[in-house]
Nanobody, 122 residues
Framework: QVQLVESGGGLVQAGGSLRLSCTAS????????MRWYRQAPGKQRELVAT???????NYADSVKGRFTISRDNAKNTVYLQMNSLKPEDTAVYYC????????????????WGQGTQVTVSS
């Protein structure tokens, strides 16, 4: 079992910054990729950023140049630094991890965090 705990959400004014954290715990053999998604009310889930085990990163066009995803392998933690926030960034942000819990099976599974609310006021 792998559990994800997110933190760092809150209320900020447009132009402000927030740093989200997501820490994986439990039985973990390896983490292959970590992602941040977001979902605003009435809208579909959107992939925001991805970081692989090789530290390759990808971003949604809407956040390029403003958001930075990073990871601390020793802590099994992924971060999302969000700068120059806009009202349209308002959403629940979810951590998503592709991980292997068993060294025997080597089976990858997807795990989700509980979500953290980010609200950007105009």
């Amino acid at each position: 079992q792998v559990q994800l705990v997110e933190s760092g959400g809150g209320l900020v004014q447009a132009g402000g910054s927030l740093r989200l954290s997501c820490t994986a715990s439990g039985s973990i053999f390896s983490i292959n990729a970590m992602r941040w998604y977001r979902q605003a009310p009435g809208k579909q889930r959107e992939l925001v950023a991805t970081i692989t085990s090789g530290d390759s990163t990808n971003y949604a066009d809407s956040v390029k140049g403003r958001f930075t995803i990073s990871r601390d392998n020793a802590k099994n933690t992924v971060y999302l630094q969000m700068n120059s926030l806009k009202p349209e960034d308002t959403a629940v942000y979810y951590c998503n991890v592709l991980a292997i819990a068993s060294s025997l099976s080597r089976m990858q599974r997807i795990y989700w965090g509980q979500g953290t609310q980010v609200t950007v006021s105009s």
